[in-house]
């Protein structure tokens, strides 16, 4: 909270500090603990669609003259023809040559042949769970001004203990506004940090497994009694588990580097990727067609780490 704080008043952000008698005036269905205070960004905050992100970034890439090619590169390697050297990137249909490549291929990055032989990428691929609450339309209209929100503290003495937690018993979340999903349902979506599950995928084949499943069930059932224990007041319809991966750095800040002259990386969300994937983009789309870091934070922020380097030192 005091990084949030230093942040806040270095780039100016108009946000409201609310004392814990505050938000309980504001928000009487919230339970949270005597101890905690809340930092408020009316404007300009809120939560995304995935999915509309997407297809807005493929829309815009359109209009400035991209090519859309949906399908999966198996491979990326460098090649020599006509006396010069070429980016080729290999489909399950075709070759296609390029002069430069940005990849921007998160968790899926070690299983293709992407990265030059020899290199691997310091990343850890953690496996999330989230638990998605149905509520009523009833209890819907009660909550609509509920705010999106990231908790960091101890919680209060009826929060479920289930729920992940550190080893000094803090927990930590981040919890969507109920929102309409395309079933016509409307749902709360509760999930925990990366740091709160110990394990990581190493193969393909783990990984998969776990995009097709429904989560961790002791996290989801934890997950959606927690989100009743924090909510007072709303009636819990139904409830399922849902899952992906965070790509994880040690460096905590997403790699945007050239590993050479025709191939730039842009890898890394740490679980924030999806909020700054304009920026990130624009950033990393500079570096690789106009050869130019055009950011006031320093490059050197997000240098890539390699295995076989790191393991060296």
Known sequence: MNQNENVIKDQNVKISRLTYAELKKQYPYLNVSSRDYGLYEGTNAGYISPRKVVKAQI?????YGCTFIPEVANEVSRVVQDGEYYMRITTDSEHILARKVLLATGAFTPFRNLLPRGLELDLKLIPITVAKVEISDLDFKKIKDMPGMVYFGKGTDDWTKAFPRDQTGLISWYMLPPVQYQDGKKYIKLGHFHNAFPTHFTTSKDMKTWFCSTGDKHIVDATADLIVNI??????????????VITETPTERPYIDMLHSQLGVAIGGNGYGAKSSDEIGRIAAAMVLKNEWDSTIPRTVFQARFKDVDSKL
């Open 59 to 63: 829309q815009q890439a359109k209009l």
């Open 231 to 244: 909510i007072k007041g709303v009636n819990r319809v139904s409830y399922h588990g849902d899952c992906c």
